[in-house]
């Protein structure tokens, strides 16, 4: 039987990138956002799911990770279906299943305009489908959506396999497998980084120009570099307030987002380290509504899993450890083997 599960404001349902476990939702009462990146802009996105209405539906019919990260934004009742659970529900119901297709098909549609949109811009032609499709796989790549970029490189190479960017689609996906993702398999990967960064016209820079821009504080000079590096060494000596004062200078500046987005990871780590670990889950779900992919992630739930076991929440923190077991599949990764660790530990309490 499907179950009702209370959530408070703040909480998260499921992050992006984290297994579905099978699992559908559906707001019986309440606000939930499902937060993602625009395939167009390259902007956060947030949508908030209507009650009564399903969400979790794709990625836990197609078995592949969550595209979203869904966030209470209000007191909310959901009712968790397992996939038979929806099956049942959906076949003995045939309005529901009419509503979900019409959904699908309008995200269908709405995502085909903005690639079309992104074809134009770029001054590429869309009915030109050999070289839309590769152009689509560069956007993603640029964009660092390494699985979708993966998917279709490989799905390039099925439809064109003699086609005239074959060599390159080979070259991208080989790096790619070198970073964990498959090819057609929809898996997240890390942040997509060769020795600093990846051009816009696909080649990687050099060590030193990389290592010359990052010293400066990136393009424009902003010395947001410099001031986070001042910060990691005030980390380092324990000094971590005068740090957190430093890191949430570089954030409200808001004019350089290579170091907003390390900056936005150390602030979190900051208030742990503090003990402030109201602020430390506070802090770390906020950044995950403004990084959805996040490099650090699986870090940043491990210290919102700590801060909930320092509070005595054991059952949160539990949860928490499970989710990044979840998210990182290879037992030998660091933070899989730290998160086995302290679940076992919490587990003998």
Do not use: W
């Amino acid at each position: 039987m499907p179950k009702t599960v209370q959530y408070q404001v703040g909480a998260v349902v499921y992050f992006q990138g984290e297994s579905s476990g099978e699992k559908i939702y559906l707001l019986k009462s309440g606000m939930v956002n499902l937060t993602y990146q625009n395939i167009e802009t390259g902007a956060n996105t947030s949508d908030p799911v209507q009650t009564g209405e399903f969400f979790g539906v794709k990625s836990a019919l197609g078995r592949y990770p969550q595209e979203e990260t869904a966030i209470i934004t209000g007191d909310s009742a959901i009712i968790v279906f397992t996939i038979p659970e929806f099956e049942q529900l959906a076949s003995a119901n045939t309005r529901i299943i009419m509503k979900m297709l019409k959904v699908f098909s309008n995200q269908l549609r709405r995502v085909h305009r903005h690639i079309a949109h992104i074809m134009v811009k770029a001054g590429d032609n869309p009915e030109d489908s050999e070289q839309s499709l590769f152009n689509v796989g560069q956007y993603y790549l640029k964009n660092n959506r390494f699985s979708q970029a993966g998917y279709i490189f490989s799905r390039y190479l099925t439809h064109y396999p003699s086609g005239k960017n074959a060599a390159e689609a080979v070259k991208y996906l080989n790096f790619l497998r070198t970073k964990g993702v498959q090819g057609e398999q929809r898996v997240t990967g890390t942040a997509f980084k060769e020795n600093g960064a990846f051009k816009e016209n696909g080649a990687f820079k050099e060590n030193g120009a990389a290592a010359k821009q990052e010293a400066s504080g990136g393009e424009d000079g902003s010395g947001a570099a410099q001031d986070y590096y001042n910060a990691t060494s005030l980390i380092s000596q324990g000094k971590f307030q005068p740090a957190l004062e430093i890191l949430q200078k570089i954030l409200d500046a808001n004019r350089d987002p290579e170091y907003m987005v390390k900056s936005s990871y150390e602030i979190g780590r900051c208030f742990f380290m503090l003990r402030k670990f109201d602020e430390c889950i506070r802090h770390f779900t906020l950044m995950f509504t403004s990084y959805p992919s996040h490099p650090k992630m699986g870090d940043a739930l491990f210290f919102i899993a700590q801060s909930y076991e320092n509070r005595g929440k054991k059952d949160k923190a539990e949860a928490f450890y499970r989710k990044i077991l979840s998210m990182v599949p290879d037992g030998k990764d660091p933070i899989a083997i730290k998160t086995k660790k302290a679940l076992t530990a919490l587990e003998g309490v």
